[in-house]
């Protein structure tokens, strides 16, 4: 992906990420069931949550500071919430500066991600992720 592409994506979906944030901070009720009604197709399809089941919730409880809750909710959230506020500021700086520090970053974890031994453990997290996700909801 080249550098323009990336940087406008990766703002886009920042930004669509904190307006969904204020969205469900506004008019979803945070306490009420979270095996309830849900907008993830695959839950829908399948009847079993995905992965990221959860991150939603994860990232209202961090933003109250309820850390407990965002981990029980879904772990993956403490990475969202780190990449939501990292990323803006990073690309904003490469911007000024005129860098291109977070493609190259972008570029780097790309072809870490492509090894075997980091590939590996990492979608082993994510099934276990989906483990604890399929176990929380169903039971």
């Given at each position: ?82 990449a939501m506020l990292i990323l803006p500021v990073w690309i904003i700086r ?46």
């Amino acid at each position: 992906m080249k550098k323009d592409r990336l940087y406008f994506f990766t703002m886009l979906a920042t930004i669509a990420g904190y307006a969904w944030l204020a969205w469900n901070e506004k008019y979803s009720n945070m306490q009420e069931n979270t095996a309830g009604t849900s907008l993830c197709l695959f839950r829908h399809v399948t009847g079993i949550p995905c992965p990221s089941c959860g991150t939603t919730h994860a990232l209202l409880a961090l933003s109250h500071l309820h850390i407990a809750d965002a981990f029980y909710f879904n772990p993956i959230g403490f990475i969202l919430a780190f990449a939501m506020l990292i990323l803006p500021v990073w690309i904003i700086r490469d911007a000024i500066t005129k860098q291109d520090s977070f493609y190259v970053f972008y570029r780097r974890l790309e072809l870490l991600l492509s090894k075997r031994w980091v590939a590996i453990p990492f979608f082993v997290l994510i099934a276990c992720n989906w483990i604890w996700n399929i176990y929380k909801y169903t039971s």
